[in-house]
T-cell receptor
C-alpha cells in the first residue's frame, strides 16, 4: 500500500508571510500528488497538483515542489491571507483512476 | 450548478439499520469513488469504480456495498449500521480519458449513527 506523512499538523502564520507544508510518501510507484483545501463543513477542493515528470509547479500564489529521490513533496503558500485559513491535505496516487492516499492534514491559521 | 450531487446532506440512523447514500456526477467522468472522513481517520479511500466496474476495494467490511445503476451514479449501501460508521462520506469522480488524474469531490453526506 501507500502511506503519506504530513507535517506540521498545525501551522500558524502572520498575514503576508509564507506557509509551507511537507509530505513524504513510501511507494516509489506513486506518480501523482494533489493538494486539497478543505474549509469547515465543506468538501475537499483541489487547489494544485504535480505529476512525477515535474519538479516544480506554480499557480496563483501556490508552489508545489516534488523530490522523487527523497519521496517528498511540499506546498508553499506565498503572501498568505486570512482566506487561506483552512485544512490542507496532501495525497499520493499511482495516476489515472487510482485511489488517493491522504496525509492527516494541516490546519493553517493566518492571523491578520 | 453542482456537478456532483450527494443525497442526503445529513443522515441520522439507528444502530442496526440500513441506509443508502446517493451520488450522481454530471462531469462526464468515467471513474467514481467513495471516501470517508471522520475525526479518527481523515479522508480514507473506500471504493473505486471505472465504467461501472469495481476497480479497488479498501473496505474490510462487507456491510459497505457500492451500487452503480448508471455510469454517472455510484450509490453506497451500508447495512447493520454501527456508531463507528458515523462519518462524512464523500463521493468523487475523475476522467481517465486524456490522462485525467484529478479527482473532484462532492459535497458529502454526514452520517450519524445513534
Amino acid at each position: 500500500g501507500e502511506q503519506v506523512e504530513q507535517l506540521p499538523s498545525i501551522l500558524r502564520v502572520q498575514e503576508g508571510s509564507s506557509a509551507s507544508i511537507n509530505c513524504t510518501y513510501e511507494n516509489s510507484a506513486s506518480n501523482y500528488f494533489p493538494w486539497y483545501k478543505q474549509e469547515p463543513g465543506e468538501n475537499p477542493k483541489l487547489i494544485i497538483d504535480i505529476r512525477s515528470n515535474m519538479e516544480r509547479k506554480q499557480t496563483q500564489g501556490l508552489i508545489v515542489l516534488l523530490d522523487k529521490k527523497a519521496k517528498r513533496f511540499s506546498l508553499h503558500i506565498t503572501d498568505t491571507q486570512p482566506g487561506d485559513s483552512a485544512m490542507y491535505f496532501c495525497a499520493a496516487s499511482r495516476g489515472s483512476n487510482a485511489k488517493l492516499t491522504f496525509g492527516k492534514g494541516t490546519k493553517l491559521s493566518v492571523k491578520s | 450548478d453542482p456537478k456532483i450531487i450527494q443525497k442526503p446532506k445529513y443522515l441520522v440512523a439507528v444502530t442496526g439499520s440500513e441506509k443508502i447514500l446517493i451520488c450522481e456526477q454530471y462531469l462526464g467522468h468515467n471513474a467514481m469513488y467513495w471516501y470517508r472522513q471522520s475525526a479518527k481517520k481523515p479522508l480514507e479511500f473506500m471504493f473505486s469504480y471505472s465504467y461501472q466496474k469495481l476497480m479497488d476495494n479498501q473496505t474490510a467490511s462487507s456491510r459497505f456495498q457500492p451500487q452503480s445503476s448508471k455510469k454517472n451514479h455510484l450509490d453506497l449501501q451500508i447495512t447493520a449500521l454501527k456508531p463507528d460508521d458515523s462519518a462524512t462520506y464523500f463521493c468523487a469522480s475523475s476522467q481517465e480519458r486524456l490522462g485525467g488524474y484529478e479527482q473532484y469531490f462532492g459535497p458529502g453526506t454526514r452520517l450519524t449513527v445513534l
